[in-house]
């Protein structure tokens, strides 16, 4: 089973990329669970002092306080095998 988290700051385009993700699982047979964030800091905050664990991240590149781009960076050495998606609306 995927584990699969999207994060962008505009609740609008997290529910898209949402349905876009269950689409695409269910296209490929796939499971897989879905993790929603609007605030790229609590997405960090649960990875490095929660321990969460993810195989696909969708990250909007521009976010207010920290940018997708940034997360990655900071994301990278806790999960160094995860799969980045950067996504813009």
């Known amino acids: 089973m995927l584990q ?3 994060c962008d700051d505009d609740s609008r385009m997290v529910s898209i990329y949402e349905r876009a993700v269950r ?6 047979g796939c499971t897989g669970t879905i993790k929603l964030y609007e605030d ?3 997405l960090l905050c649960d990875i490095t002092d929660d321990g969460f664990y993810f195989d ?3 990250l909007d590149i ?9 997360l990655a960076e900071r994301i990278r050495p ?3 095998d995860v799969k980045i998606i950067f996504v813009t609306s």
Do not use: S
Request: net charge negative; with cysteine.
């Open 4 to 6: 699969i988290a999207v």
């Open 62 to 70: 521009e976010m207010p306080g920290v940018t997708g781009m940034e």
């Open 78 to 80: 806790f999960l160094p």
């Open 40 to 42: 790229g800091r609590n």
């Open 23 to 28: 689409e695409g699982l269910k296209q490929c």
């Open 56 to 58: 696909l991240l969708l």
